[in-house]
Structures are given as C-alpha cells and as structure tokens.
C-alpha cells in the first residue's frame, strides 16, 4: 500500500515569494491534516480536513496561509508571502475515518522550507 | 486539554527494555493516550493507543494505571533502530470538542551498542 506522498520534498525560496505544497493522501483516507514543525519540536496542526471540508483551520495564519482540499482527495497548503519564521517541516496526513479527532494517522515524509 | 509531562531524552542499550513515562495529571474522563514515534527526516509514526489498564501490539505495549494521571510505553528489547523520538499525547477522541492535537516536544530515546 502506497503511502501519503509529499512533494517536493525540499525548497529553498526567497522571503516574500509565494510557495506551495502537495499531498496526496492513502486511497480511500477521508480525513487530512498539514502539520507544522520545527526544529526540536513536535508537530503543529495547522489544518484539518474531512473529506474537502476543513473542519479545524483554527491554527492556520490566514494572513498568509492559505489550503485547498477540491475533490476529497488530494490537498495543497501555500504561502504567500513566505517569511523567515516560516522556514520548518511541512508534514501532510491522513486517516482512514471521520469524526475522530486522536484516529490513527499515517504521516508524509514531509518538505523542508527554507526561506533565505 | 491535557498538558503532558515527559523525560527529555532517556539512554538505553540493545537488548534492555526501555519505559517512558508519560504524566497527565489533568486528563479528562473522554481523552484517550497515543504514542508516536518519529525518526529524524521523518514524519511521526503511530504506535500505540489506549484509554486504560493494559494496551500490547506487536511492537509495544502501554501501561495506564487506574487514576489514568500517568502512562508509561515500554519497549522490549532495543535495538538501535528504536532510536527516535516519542511523543505522548492525550485528548479526546471525539472531534467537536475543541480538541487540539498537541504532539509536544517528546522524548529523544537514544539506543547504543
């Protein structure tokens, strides 16, 4: 079974430019999440998706920030403009139900940002 | 929200079993207690998941006493590819309740020879 894809996994951008990330989730999952990580700490949930609604951006900087979520499936979570603090793990996952907030969630290998 | 207490890191060699304990003194009587583990360049991987008593799968098991105030994850027999980080986390698992997945910064568990 294929696991949550994350592309790419890098990317170096200049601060104030735009940047976006891809996650294609296990087949058949319908709940995604984006996380944010840094350095020496655990994950941050940013955004929550059942099916294509999101059910939890409470965490998401929608100055900036922005995620789409379209037909269920795959997801892209974008800066714009991008700022040195953003610079972190971008992690994508996925679980197989809904309504359930601690289900078992499977993990993407993640993107390193850097922004310079 | 319960706010979880773990060790920074813990040392262990192959062969020892390792426990790591995990304090929640204000857990609420819906939340539940999820281990996960994370390898460096990785995204964190699910272990196990418990409410009480006694959890065991095929890679650890999970010990809640019956106050439910504390948790401990035990490894048996290390290997070095058991070296990661841990994190514990407790909420309920109910969604709609304003529950916020908080993974913390974990225990950094390092695994020698």
């Known amino acids: 079974e294929a696991g949550v894809v994350q592309s790419p996994r890098y990317k170096i951008i200049e601060k104030k430019q735009p940047v976006a990330f891809w996650c294609n989730p296990i087949s058949g999952h319908n709940t995604l999440y984006w996380y944010l990580q840094n350095l020496g700490q655990g994950p941050e949930l940013l955004i929550r998706?059942?099916?294509?609604?999101?059910?939890?951006d409470s965490q998401l900087p929608k100055d900036r920030f922005s995620a789409e979520r379209l037909k269920g499936v795959d997801s892209t979570l974008k800066i714009q403009p991008a700022e040195l603090g953003d610079s972190a793990v971008y992690l994508c996952?996925?679980?197989?139900?809904?309504?359930?907030?601690?289900?078992?969630?499977?993990f993407g290998p993640g993107t390193r940002l850097t922004v310079l | 929200l319960a706010k979880t207490t773990q060790p920074i890191s813990m040392d262990s060699y192959e062969g020892q079993e390792v426990n790591i304990t995990c304090s929640h003194n204000?857990?609420?009587?819906?939340?539940?207690i999820t281990w996960y583990q994370q390898f460096p360049s990785q995204g964190p991987r699910f272990i196990i998941q418990g409410y009480k008593t006694k959890v065991t799968n095929e890679v650890a098991s999970l010990f809640i006493p019956a106050d439910r105030k504390s948790s401990t994850l035990s490894l048996p027999r290390v290997s070095l590819s058991d070296t990661a980080v841990y994190y514990c986390l407790v909420g309920d698992i109910r969604t709609g309740g304003g529950n916020k997945l908080t993974f913390g910064t974990g225990t950094q568990l390092k695994v020698e020879l």
């Open positions: 998706y059942e099916n294509e609604e999101a059910v939890d």
């Open positions: 996952a996925s679980s197989p139900r809904t309504g359930l907030a601690f289900d078992e969630q499977f």
């Open positions: 204000n857990i609420a009587t819906n939340d539940y």
